[in-house]
């Protein structure tokens, strides 16, 4: 049937801040959503608390309010509005669970609200576990053996009955919380007093361990004519055990016969019917036996979910794009794929390359956690590479970590103990793929890989196989390896950092120009959710050596926009907004704009964002070939974070042009040592300071400077290795744990101002005159990291002399690094003395706070100065704000036992929340206020 039309205005319900096990993905979906309805004349209203997000924007919603997710907010939205209808599938296991909350006092009832996309039914009988395995029972749907515990002698009485080892999973919560595995009786009664507390309705499964069985996803949408179409199917790489957050994943599958698959299918199929009648997306997820290929269901989302995201990513299938015009009414078959734009929305997408998912973890902020992976989600965000073989885009994947590593080995830093690779094997954490490489590499066999890691002999064969090449180009030199070898190589995703060390005594640039003139070089192939079977005007494209070139170079003026790769502590969601804004101002500006990025969560690697999209890794040699590709104006690295920073380097040394501030001044401000001089030279208070390359330096140092001390390397992301210090003994220790993590890098040491107050500003420059975009106060002291500091817009109790050389500090540092663009500048205060303790020249993780604060579209502004198609006197800047508005950090700390929660000068916020306030006596701030006195005074 065509669309509802008594549907006029619809409420999307948004996740909130980020969080471990609900990230940016929803931002992704949120957005897509708003968009698809706006398409259809239907006024959007969105209400989310995270500042951070492009779904918050102008260009998303017709209505944007930026409240706690809460039943007041969304009757005080109600009283607002006229809202027909609301969707709560954008928005994970928060929207869901608000609306369940909303529908059980009655709210969508007295204000005439339609749920839509999915019915409370439907998802109070998959958050249920009981209520889910006794429909599953009902339909003839196999599950393993399990009973419901709502108390502690209940839970233990049916351990004793189903035996171990068991499975906890507690009802209505997020990422696996409070879930695990228990092994022994021992571990049992921690665990369910662990999975009763954090299940909201104090109950849990108990289910018999089904440990070392494959695990898969199907993504489903269906309509109101019932029609169900099956959009990806996602292998796990990891067996059962691992929550799929934090396994590897690989689109489509490939160890499931054709059988089982159609099983599954039927499956996932007769599933979703069984839960309610609604339309919408759908995620399912089941186990295989590896023996016989038994089946069984592990459990059902329906809502848009974390694989949604990978799943449209993975196909080209805008899958929360069709899920929202379902919901308001339109079938499958009257929609045509907005992709291909010729084929219709039923038409089940096909592949023909593979896409692999690798989590990025943060267990480096987390001090004290245990890293063993489970059943409780422990990654902060993803990256996805494609290629036309699995390990091509496993390589790509590896790339796109940014943890240092080349590829999948290969890089000089592996694991030659084979006790402690055994012992990775067996407990998985972060870096096993590595080690299962590091394990072949030494000659372990296949055999025995599989017995610790009981992962699909398919997966090892093709890891495996990497080390036979490897073995055979050490025969050669970089003038004689056979083209077809080289080909090989690349072919199965080497970058040529990775041959050049396995050569030896020859540089990245030095293959880099043998296969150039081998004549072996990247095509790029598009995703287009037909595998060619269509045309196909898509403008998506990743990199292959296989076959033609398909992606077609106009003769327009061209800008990159390089992204900020994967989500993790310390740069977020928030350089994605960034990053959306960037590609926006360049097409306002007349310019092919062109996106660069491997996070498939993101709103920036949606189909129709940018001109352009390459699904690439954020890596120099990808970059490197993209740019000869496609001759650009120019790239911009401000809007990226620290992941596009870091390839400045490499490209003012190719000459290739960098839009904004130069690198030259980028890297004064980057530079700690150099930006410190800069100071001096200016006559701008700064905290002493002096460079060590060694302990025996540093000591020299921390006597010259006083303790205590503040311990940093240069070029560091989200306080990376910062530690403050007091004497000595922990200076030593600091200095050369540093130096052996970060080897070849100098370490800063700066005198530490104990009980000094923080403040920060954000400011744009057009190489002249400079705008103050935003001035805020930190609740925390100086030597909490700022992203963990709670900051108030505007200050409030800073007095006016402090605010005047926050602002003519900032002026002439802008100036003197002649900025153009945006410049972060963090600030100490101390006995009304303001010092500089660092500038970041680009988007900061603050100026979405600020833009939503003050509703000003400030990264577009930014990017236009970039361009030099503005200057700032071009703009008519007006801030709107009464009252103040504060930034909240949001932590995960319960995703891990024993993890050190105290703040320090190393970020460890996975998020934060917005708040509006009118005036200083609200009681929230009055909280903050007591807070910041209470830390002042220790």
Known sequence: MPKDSSIKSVLIIGSGPIIIGQACEFDYSGSQAARSLKEEGIEVTLINSNPATI?????????????????????????????????????????????????????????????????VHAIQTTEDREKFRQLMVEIGIPVAPSKTATSFLEGKEIAQEIGFPLVIRPSFT????????????????????????????????????????????????????????????????????????????????????????QTMRDMAIKMMRSIGNFAGGCNVQFAVNPENEELISIEINPRVSRSSALASKATGYPIAKIASKLAIGYNLDELNNPVTKTTSAYFEPALDYVIVKIPRWNFDKFKGADRELGLQMKSVGEVMGIGRTFIEALQKACQSLEIGRSGLGADGKQLRNLEEIANSLQHPSWNRLFHIKDAFSL???????????????????????????????????????????????????????????????????DVYKRRKELGIKRVYKIVDTCAAEFPSPTNYFYSTFDGENESVVTDRKKIIVLGSGPNRIGQGIEFD?????????????????????????????????????????????????????????????????????????????????????????????????????????????????GVAETAEEAIEVAAHVGFPVLVRPSYVLGGQGMKIVINNEELETAVIGLLGDLPGNRV????????????????????????????????????????????????????????????????????ALKVKGLLNIQFAIKEEKVYVIEANPRASRTVPFIAKAYDVPYINIATKIMLEAKKLKDFVIEEKLTGYAIKEPVFSFNKFIGVNKELGPEMKSTGEAIRFIKDLNDPFFRNLYKEKSMYLSK
């Open 748 to 815: 800063l040491i700066d005198h530490f101002l104990d009980r000094a107050e923080e403040a920060e500003v954000d400011c744009i420059c057009d190489g002249e005159d400079v705008h103050i975009i935003g001035m805020m106060e930190h609740i925390e002291p100086a030597g909490i990291h700022s992203g963990d500091s709670s900051a108030v817009l505007p200050p409030f109790s800073l007095s006016e002399n402090v605010k005047k050389q926050m602002e003519d500090y900032s002026i002439k540092l802008s100036r």
């Open 443 to 509: 000659g372990v066999p296949i055999s025995s890989v599989e017995k610790m890691t009981r992962i699909d002999r398919w997966f090892l064969t093709q890891i495996q196989d990497l080390v036979r090449l490897e073995t055979e180009l050490k025969r050669f030199n970089l003038t004689n390896i056979p083209r077809e070898l080289f080909v090989e190589l690349k072919e199965k995703g080497f970058s040529d950092e990775q041959i050049a060390w396995i050569l030896q005594n020859v540089t990245e640039e």
């Open 55 to 119: 779904m918050t924007d102008k260009v998303t919603a017709d209505h944007i309010y930026l409240l706690p997710l809460t039943v007041d907010s969304i009757i005080q939205i109600l009283e607002e509005r006229k809202i027909d209808a609301v969707l709560p599938t954008m928005g994970g296991q928060t929207a869901l669970n608000l609306a369940i909350e909303a529908n059980e006092l009655g709210v969508w009832q007295k204000y005439g609200v339609r749920m839509i996309g999915v019915d």
């Open 577 to 689: 907004y960034s990053c959306v804004h960037g590609l926006l101002a360049a097409k306002e500006c007349g310019y092919e704009a062109i996106m660069i990025n491997c996070n498939p969560e993101t709103v920036s690697t949606d189909f129709d964002m940018a001109d352009k999209l390459y699904f690439e890794p954020v890596f120099w040699e990808h970059l490197r070939e993209i740019i000869e590709l496609e001759k650009p104006e120019g790239v911009i690295v401000q809007l990226g974070g620290q992941t596009a920073l870091k390839l400045s380097r490499k490209l003012e040394e190719h000459g290739i042009k960098i839009i904004g501030t130069t690198f030259r001044d980028m890297d004064i401000a980057e530079d700690r040592g150099f930006f410190s001089d800069l100071l001096k030279d200016m006559n701008i208070p700064y905290p002493k300071y």
């Open 174 to 261: 997020l990422g696996g919380t409070g879930g695990s595995f228990v092994h022994k009786k021992e571990e049992f009664e921690a665990a369910l007093m662990r999975g009763l507390q954090a299940s909201p309705t104090h109950e849990v499964l108990v289910e018999k361990a089904v440990l070392g069985w494959k695990e898969y996803e199907l993504e489903l949408l269906r309509d109101n004519n019932d029609n169900v179409c099956i959009i990806c199917s996602i292998e796990n790489f990891d067996p059962m055990g691992i929550h799929t957050g934090d396994s590897i994943t690989v689109a489509p599958a490939m160890t499931l016969s054709d059988t089982c698959y």
